[in-house]
């Protein structure tokens, strides 16, 4: 029988892929913020009575988070998933992201190292990673994302768009950073739940690169035409990559084509 998957936020890029990757191994009932998906919930972070009053309904086995929102609002609204989760045969991923780290750029980080936020955005994230591992201990699995692109994401339609405007497109190559394609997270999410594991995983590629070459290369690779690149490079140079070092990310990524969502 298959498993049931709230996936809530699944009409982000993030959420589009893992969809299509669980496909027809697991029953995915999406939840969308501004329109009732097929077979699914509008529902958004100011909604948590109407998230739990889902849960109840959907009794999903495992709930995936790539929602967005008022960061309030949404650490009250993952109180309320984790509260409805804890000590249920049950799982959460919970999509989270690079910036967690974005208080110390002076190296790649790993799974294993604390996070060091500054932003407000790092900030929220890594509090509301802190409380789900708090209530929900090996029912979280949390993924921590570089900045997300596919073939049609909206990074790769700016690039397209500037280049057919011959618009300048300004670029940053003192920022040392890897990326996450957005198949690969909806590959990492199928292994994960297929093989039952858990804890953090970084989702991206283990090489890095400056982020003026990759956006030279997303070009080449995807026929684009240059557009007029205005290097910003003032202060040194930075790192804002995340690398994955377990060793279930080896096998993750021995089968996955970059452009493929």
């Known amino acids: 029988m298959r498993k049931k998957v709230l996936l809530i936020g699944g009409n982000s890029l993030v ?3 893992i969809a299509m990757s669980l496909g027809d191994n697991y029953q995915v009932v999406p939840t969308a913020g501004h329109h009732d998906p097929e077979s699914g919930y509008r529902l958004t972070v100011e909604e948590p009575n109407k998230l739990v009053e889902i849960l109840a309904c959907e009794n999903p086995e495992i709930v995936i988070s790539s929602v967005r929102g008022d960061y309030h609002a949404q650490i009250n609204f993952h109180q309320k998933l984790a509260d409805w989760l804890a000590g249920k045969e049950k799982r959460l991923l919970y999509i989270s992201t690079a910036n967690v780290f974005d208080g ?4 790649p980080w790993t799974e294993n190292d604390s996070p060091i936020a500054k932003s407000d955005y790092g900030s929220f994230k890594r509090n509301c990673e802190t409380m789900l591992g708090e209530v929900l201990g090996n029912q979280l699995t949390i993924f921590r994302l570089a900045t997300v692109w596919s073939a049609n994401c909206p990074r790769v339609q700016r690039l397209d768009l500037h280049s057919k405007n011959g618009e300048p497109y300004y670029t940053y190559p003192n920022y ?4 996450t394609f957005a198949k690969q997270v909806g590959e990492y999410a199928r292994y994960v739940f297929d093989h039952s594991l858990h804890g953090i995983f970084h989702v991206g590629t283990t ?10 290369m997303v070009c080449e690779a995807l026929k684009i035409k240059l557009s007029q690149f205005v290097a910003e490079t003032a202060g040194e140079a930075v790192s ?3 690398l994955p070092s377990r060793r279930e990310s080896g096998r993750v990524m021995q089968n996955i084509g970059i452009w493929g969502t």
């Open 15 to 17: 959420g589009q892929s």
């Open 104 to 107: 110390d750029l002076s190296k």
């Open 176 to 179: 040392m950073v890897n990326v």
């Open 207 to 216: 090489d890095i690169v400056n982020y003026f070459s990759f956006e030279k």
């Open 240 to 242: 804002f990559a995340i």
